[in-house]
């Protein structure tokens, strides 16, 4: 199984910013499509970013401007970088590939509140 572990969530002010990190098994982010998802409460988990082997960038209207997904292949690594965050950017984020594995990483928390 391949391994997907996020970390980087928290508490946070609205306009403030927070880093994503996702570690993954060695040679995955250098082959696959890997995105960040998000699944609030009570809604479904959506697909944020991702970011191609090529380098392409792909972002969700209400995130647009705001969000920058990037890899390091040889750390094995993907980021989000979360700027101006905004109340109903809060949920669970996840990475996996795109599209996703059947089975999903733990996820962190990041919540937006004043």
């Known amino acids: 199984q391949v391994q997907l572990v996020e970390s980087g969530g928290g508490l946070v002010q609205p306009g403030k910013s927070l880093r994503l990190s996702c570690v993954t098994s060695?040679?995955?982010?250098?082959?696959?499509?890997m995105g960040w998802y998000r699944q609030a409460p009570g809604k479904t988990r959506e697909l944020v970013a991702y970011?191609?082997?090529?380098?392409?960038?792909w972002y969700t209207d209400s995130v647009k401007g705001r969000f920058a997904i990037s890899r390091d292949n040889a750390e094995n690594m993907v980021y989000l970088l979360m700027n101006m965050l905004k109340a109903e950017d809060t949920a669970v984020y996840y990475c996996?590939?795109?599209?996703?594995?059947?089975?999903w990483g733990q996820g962190t928390q990041v919540t937006v509140s004043s």
């Open positions: 996996n590939k795109v599209p996703s594995y059947g089975y």
């Open positions: 060695r040679g995955i982010t250098s082959i696959y499509t």
């Open positions: 970011i191609t082997s090529f380098g392409t960038t």
